[in-house]
């Protein structure tokens, strides 16, 4: 905004000359023009790793290794300023002219005058909520994008965003035997492993496709802990029969950020007449646990097999 006032000077002799615009002692009253300094807009980005259950907007400040950025975006979806979120979350725009706007969060860098880009985040991230203000609440939209209004007077110093990282499974299967001479007992151990320092969260399936030529030895021993010198975690997890093409294992238990769950149990190969290679393959379900990648989450091992 623009104030305007009068203000008196009086010009002592220091520097004066005789072409000198003003003579000792005199006084003259100027126009002055104060440009008041407009409204900022700060907030901050927060890895908020308890999904707002406390219904807060908050948790570690996080710039995701300076991929962040926020663009001020007007009424008509341009772009009317962008800053790089710094390495503790926060942001700041100076400057601002009184208006409704949307704050957008985004791995891309607007540019002033263009339209607004694509919202999205770095990959194994998702957003958990926005929020005006430093109390209880969210927008009830976790898309990145925060409206809010810039009066003529008055700061906005809570503009908050929370991310989430989100979880990565991935599946190693192991035989103990992988050449069988006819019929041969061996043990399967199915290693689900947590890849992105996060805690899983949901029930998470692992199947196995069903084939006559090897079957499950007994049953699944949900008591058993120890197995040919493997630990496993098999009071956690259950086997689903109930499916005529695959075996289906499954835990409602959270594996901890960057841990894992060992699986095994006794099984038996019998090739009949036949010989050759066959894989036993295992897949973790998509989604399962919130698993955000489907790149690595099947494994397979190879059996030999002849009669004997």
Known sequence: AEMVTYARFRFGPKNLTPTGGSTFGEVEDYLVR???????V????????????????DGTGTSVNGRLFVNLINQGMSVVATAAVSSDGTFLFTNVREGDYR????????????????????????????????????????????????????????????????????????????????ATPFCIYLKISELNMVNTAGTIRVIMPRDSRWTIDGDFDTSLTLLENFTLNNPDWSLDLSNDNYYIFSTDASISAGEFHMVGFRAMYNPGHAKGVYSITSQIVPGSGGDFSGSNNSDSEKIDYFNK
Request: aromatic fraction near 4%; charged fraction near 15%.
């Open 34 to 40: 104060i440009m008041e300094a407009l409204p900022s």
């Open 42 to 57: 700060a907030g901050t980005v927060f890895l908020d790793d308890d999904l707002l259950l406390d219904e807060l907007v």
């Open 103 to 182: 704050i957008q969060l985004t791995i891309n860098q607007g540019v002033e005058g263009d339209g607004m880009p694509a919202t999205k985040l770095p990959s194994g991230h998702r957003y958990a909520g926005e929020f005006l203000g430093d109390g209880m609440g969210s927008d009830g939209s976790p898309d990145g994008l925060l409206q809010l209004s810039v009066a003529a007077a008055g700061d906005i110093t809570q503009a908050r965003f929370g991310i989430v990282r989100l979880p990565d499974l991935t599946v190693n299967l192991t035989a103990s035997i992988n050449v069988m001479g006819g």
